[in-house]
């Protein structure tokens, strides 16, 4: 039976928040590792970068990733793949160098599509950029957004027929966008099936160590969390039966 | 009277974290933003960055100092200084391309130090690295520090006489150090004077949030809050009377 994970988006980071229920919310998942999830290989981690990506999107998912070298073996090997080698300038103005293009990059067993300026216009005509997120997205194991990546992913057909999330404000511009899809708010992050989607900015580290947690297990995911001052409390994941 | 204000540790990031009392807590301070905070120019923020910085604590602030720019007027102006112009590697692999040497950088109003891997050894020992941070700091109206970056700040001698924190796991490294320090733990960060030190990791946004709203209002910060997925209670703020 397919299950669906998403953490309460007031939750994770205000003391005050209460956290809205839904009539699907069926259980709590307290354990939400398994034996067979974890990897007997080093992970490749691939994020998409290209120019107006934003740093936090990009960012704090790859530090959680990264830091998994530190505590679990195999761990994750992260790296930028953008179109070209040329360096890109992000949202906010820093210029990063990526490790790869798209005609060199390794296997992606994980594809983290960060959010970028761009991604509910120009870059959905980006017939090179979406190919690009399809193909490697068909392969991968997970695919991951942060924010406004799910237009990405949504346009590249790999949030058909799974449940979904983005950036809080654009809800309505996604379920505009994209009829079909069935797009969640007040939630942090949702996995389903192989797709995890998320609502980004700060939060960008919740899907992140989610997947951390679910493929390496809870000590694991709560060892990466204490190096980044991160209070992560499985229990608040709750699991629905859609 | 000087004031210095603490943001309790586990209530940003948790919500089933119970803020910490202390005796020196004397009163909640509902409004920590004067009309004589505001700037009224745009104030350079000069980010530090080494080899080994550690990616959110240079992202984590780095974007909300950005953001400014799209709430308020005169707003901030961002830029990475390193040592020279050559790009830099970040503890988690990526290369940043600073705007600016040493050599070249501008006036800095904010002087904003994030970790790096040796910040609690071999950098203390860099005298052009040290001798960088005492001038811009004395000059700078506000020096903040994410994480290990206190060390830096420590050494620079800009931690003299005001309360600090640092990383919740190097803060007994830190009194060992700099035994004269008064270094406080289970904050997420600590202003005092023109100091603003914080633990850093997920956290490092914090401190920038709260000098946004003690620069130009709580309005402000709370517009730039949501545009990163934090929700914002101004009133978890404490001031203490030292």
Known sequence: ????????LIVFLSACGVEKDSKE?????????????????VLNVGFLA??????????????????????????MKTFIVSPTLEPIVTFEGITVTPHYSFENVPEIDVLVVPSAEHNMDSDLEDEVLISFVKE????????????????????????DNVKCTTFPSDIAKMRKRFPDLDIYEDVSFVHDGKAITSSGGAKSYDPALYLVEYLYGKQKAKGVAKGLVIDWKVGEIKSILP
Chains 1, 2 share one sequence.
């Open 1 to 8: 039976m397919k299950k669906v994970y998403f953490l309460g």
């Open 25 to 41: 919310v069926v259980q709590t998942s307290l354990e939400i590792h398994k034996p067979e999830n974890a990897p007997t290989k």
């Open 50 to 75: 290209i120019n107006g990506v934003y740093n936090s999107e990009l960012m704090a998912p790859y530090d959680i990733f990264q830091h998994t070298i530190f505590h679990t073996d195999p761990g």
């Open 136 to 159: 490697k997205g068909a392969k991968a194991q997970f695919v991951m957004s942060l924010c406004d990546g799910a237009f990405i992913l949504a346009q590249a057909g790999l949030l």
